[in-house]
T-cell receptor, first 114, second 113 residues
Framework: KAGVTQTPRYLIKTRGQQVTLSCSPI?????VSWYQQTPGQGLQFLFE???????NKGNFPGRFSGRQFSNSRSEMNVSTLELGDSALYLC?????????????FGPGTRLTVL | AQTVTQSQPEMSVQEAETVTLSCTYD???????LFWYKQPPSRQMILVIR??????QNATENRFSVNFQKAAKSFSLKISDSQLGDTAMYFC??????????FGKGTRLSVIA
């Protein structure tokens, strides 16, 4: 089975621009979660989607949004980029939602905001 | 709210030796899961081991084992016979109910030949 894939792997943007990151979960997985990883804040939860519905949302401003498609692929969008948005964005998939499912992580998208 | 604390930002160990990474957590939930994840340099995060809170027996996976002290809210990871491939960031995390994974800040482990 193919693992979680994320595209693009690296991205450079300038302040004020917007960006869309994509995540394809493992086949059959219906839950996708997104995390932001920075050296200072560590790993912080952004949101979780399950069956095209947002189930959980972390404490991030409204500039961060996401969606999930019927094939479980997910995208996250960051509008009006700020320097502090530079981070590794990880997505993780699991078969269903809830505490009893292992999450499988993708390789991440490294976003640099200049 | 759940919190996870890893008090050791960096550690090093000689190859073939044993090392223990510390983690404490706080949760008001009675049923929860605890995890150790490994993130090698420039590689993706993988699950090392997980522990269900209702199980008293400590989880083990080959050279990896945990010491789960529920009353003390402590969840340490022991790596035996350390190998160069164990060099990575290690994250402790907790999960309960419908709340998302909460991670500690991580411990950078270096295995020295």
């Amino acid at each position: 089975k193919a693992g979680v894939t994320q595209t693009p792997r690296y991205l450079i943007k300038t302040r004020g621009q917007q960006v869309t990151l994509s995540c394809s979960p493992i086949s059959g997985h219906r839950s996708v979660s997104w995390y932001q990883q920075t050296p200072g804040q560590g790993l912080q939860f952004l949101f979780e989607y399950f069956s095209e519905t947002q189930r959980n949302k972390g404490n991030f401003p409204g500039r961060f949004s996401g969606r999930q498609f019927s094939n479980s692929r997910s995208e996250m969008n960051v509008s009006t980029l700020e320097l502090g948005d530079s981070a590794l964005y990880l997505c993780a998939s699991s078969p269903t939602s809830g505490a009893y499912n292992e999450q499988f992580f993708g390789p991440g998208t490294r976003l640099t905001v200049l | 709210a759940q919190t996870v604390t890893q008090s050791q930002p960096e550690m090093s160990v000689q190859e073939a030796e044993t090392v223990t990474l510390s983690c404490t957590y706080d949760t008001s939930e009675s049923n929860y899961y605890l995890f150790w994840y490994k993130q090698p340099p420039s590689r993706q995060m993988i699950l090392v081991i997980r522990q269900e809170a209702y199980k008293q027996q400590n989880a083990t996976e080959n050279r990896f084992s945990v010491n789960f002290q529920k009353a003390a809210k402590s969840f340490s990871l022991k790596i035996s016979d350390s190998q160069l491939g164990d060099t990575a960031m290690y994250f402790c995390a907790s999960l309960s109910g419908n709340t998302p994974l909460v991670f500690g800040k991580g411990t950078r482990l270096s295995v020295i030949a």
